[in-house]
């Protein structure tokens, strides 16, 4: 990797009185005069002038060379990202925010108000967010998140929004469609990804709560992919829409910790990311009313060593189209459409934690046939990949200094 020789601190006065004022939300309080904290900002923001760029890293991959934009740091755990219409993004913050971003001019002082109440504990908090294809004309979002139930108990959940016109970013009509009925005190495995279906119908992957059984059952939610319309309905085509042998909203069963779910451009098919336990995260093509496998298959073993289930393969569960051995811990996924990298065409991509890198995998026919891997160690945990229409591929890092960054072609 080289780096750019630009300057690699914040390159605009609003970034850095965004920053500031963050800060000061947050409760870092700074026990000096305030008339000194702004003789300070004066003098950072005459060394630093409003012209720097942003700081960029040149990267060697198989199919050439890339860039890496560094947009905006400064962020508590980012989980979701979202681009509006108008190029703005959308990021979520696991312990309960969402901020509203200008990549042109990219701060932390627009912070979008009225989300839903958040059980922040554990793995649980505000995790993703979509924009719907129709954001235009109805201003429309989608969230998932942990909801608080009684007693200390939390469940997955998802919720529809408009985000108001005018003024700063405030949610109206706030929504549940989708609230897991069995909520428990568990700090683990909710997932969880929205995404919007070419029919306009939605995807949301809901994990298994770590009660492994619950993944099994067809009138348990957790551990499932659900599909439901845009007002939390029910699918005339679910498997399970007359209720009968499953619950209505489940489109596909036997899934572990699902947190990544792309559509692929070609085909409008559903793909989706899991983590196993040690060893055994999977990429799956889930169809409608098919069993994948957890916990009576599975490519990894207990964290002791021990054996989970039957072994890898049993008749009428699916088999992943690709997992790994040993565990990258998988999170986002997004199918590359964009223009800047042209070669990267139609590659499915996947961000990795405990591995901190990102994955290319190439798919033929339906099939994963090749992997790169990429970035190692270089910007550490990766929580979220997206292809969005400017053409770019976008992650955002997992830490409490989490970061917005931007993938292009080499200038």
Known sequence: ???????????????????????????????????????????????????????????????????????????????????????????????GAMYMVDPENPTLDREVKGLPRVWVKGQGGLLDVAVDPDFAKNRTIYLTFSEPGPA??????????????????????????YSMKLKTKNVIHFGSRVTVAPDGTLFVTVSDRGRRKRAQDPFDTAGSVLRVTKDGGIPSDNPFADGKNGSPLIWSIGHRSVQGAAI?????????LEHGAKGGDEVNRPEIGRNYGWPTISYGVNYDGTKIGEGTHKEGLEQPKHYWDPSIAPSGLAFYDGSEIPQWQGNLFVGALKFQLLSRLTIKDGEVVAEEQMFEGEYGRIRDVRSFPDGALWLITDSDEGEILRVTGDK
């Open 1 to 95: 990797m080289s780096t750019d020789p630009s300057p690699s601190l914040p390159q605009e006065k609003g970034h850095i009185l965004g920053i500031v004022e963050t800060a000061w939300k947050r409760g870092f309080k700074v026990q000096v005069p305030k008339f000194v904290l702004v003789q300070i900002l004066l003098a950072i923001l005459a060394v630093f002038p409003a012209s720097a760029e942003n700081k960029i890293d040149i990267h060697e991959t198989e199919l050439g060379r890339v860039q890496v934009e560094h947009v905006l740091g400064g962020l508590d755990h980012p989980w979701g990202l979202a681009m509006l219409p108008d190029g703005k993004l959308l990021v979520t913050e696991r312990p």
């Open 264 to 272: 692929e451009p070609a085909t409008g098919e559903l793909w989706t």
């Open 152 to 177: 200390g108990t939390a469940g997955t959940a998802l919720a529809s929004a408009q985000i108001s016109p005018v003024g700063l970013p405030r949610l109206q009509n706030l929504k549940i469609l």
